[in-house]
T-cell receptor
Framework: QKEVEQNSGPLSVPEGAIASLNCTYSDRVSQSFFWYRQYSGKSPELIMS????GDKEDGRFTAQLNKASQYVSLLIRDSQPSDSATYLC??????????FGPGTSLSVIP | DAGITQSPRHKVTETGTPVTLRCHQT?????MYWYRQDPGHGLRLIHYSYGVKDTDKGEVSDGYSVSRSKTEDFLLTLESATSSQTSVYFC???????????????FGPGTRLTVL
């Protein structure tokens, strides 16, 4: 099992819909979790971080963490064409290493 | 943008030649990292540094070496470049973010390296 797994996509949603991005992780990844957005040809930029079970909201973005199921998700409400990008899930190990998933490509269709 | 620059931004080189990539930061961060990003693999850690002259290996360190003689500069060297090292290389720093002060990584703009 890879340490951080994501569906590669592409995930396509119509403009205005909710985009749901999912990530699972192994036992080695147990600390903080992060979602990064990466536009084509650009560097990853941090969107959200989450450390406790439950939901964390920031504007149109909601991160959800379920440690029992080893599952973290990112919901994007009112999706816009500018949200089209690759979304990277990452988690920190007990040794403070950050492990990244392969990313999910999101396409928001106008 | 966390004050991170990388140079060069693009480089084409030939197999067997040495290559050095530079990461420069202006905000005195202690931790610095080198990642490579390839399709289907995501970001993979090559080496990292936790202070001047203090470095350690990541998951894909073979064929790479690093040096950090000053806080602001972290160099990645490919001693003898191979075609398998064609990739996009990102430098990152760790900084505290948010109300909880969580240790979070921020990335430089990247270097696209092609080894022919």
């Amino acid at each position: 099992q890879k340490e951080v797994e994501q569906n590669s996509g592409p995930l396509s949603v119509p403009e205005g819909a909710i985009a749901s991005l999912n990530c699972t992780y192994s036992d080695r990844v147990s600390q903080s979790f992060f979602w990064y957005r990466q536009y084509s040809g650009k560097s990853p930029e941090l969107i959200m971080s989450i450390y406790s079970n439950g939901d964390k909201e920031d504007g149109r973005f909601t991160a959800q963490l379920n440690k029992a199921s080893q599952y973290v998700s990112l919901l994007i409400r009112d999706s816009q064409p500018s949200d089209s990008a690759t979304y990277l899930c990452a988690g920190k190990t007990s040794y403070d290493k950050v492990i990244f998933g392969p990313g999910t490509s999101l396409s928001v269709i106008p | 943008d966390a004050g991170i620059t990388q140079s060069p931004r693009h480089k084409v080189t030939e197999t067997g030649t040495p290559v050095t990539l530079r990461c420069h930061q202006t905000e005195n961060h202690r931790y610095m990292y080198w990642y490579r990003q390839d399709p289907g693999h995501g970001l993979r850690l090559i080496h990292y540094s936790y202070g001047v002259k203090d470095t350690d290996k990541g998951e894909v360190s073979d064929g790479y070496s690093v040096s950090r003689s000053k806080t602001e500069d972290f160099l990645l060297t490919l001693e003898s470049a191979t075609s398998s090292q064609t990739s996009v290389y990102f430098c990152a720093i760790s900084a505290l973010a948010g109300a909880a002060g969580t240790d979070t990584q921020y990335f430089g703009p990247g270097t696209r390296l092609t080894v022919l």
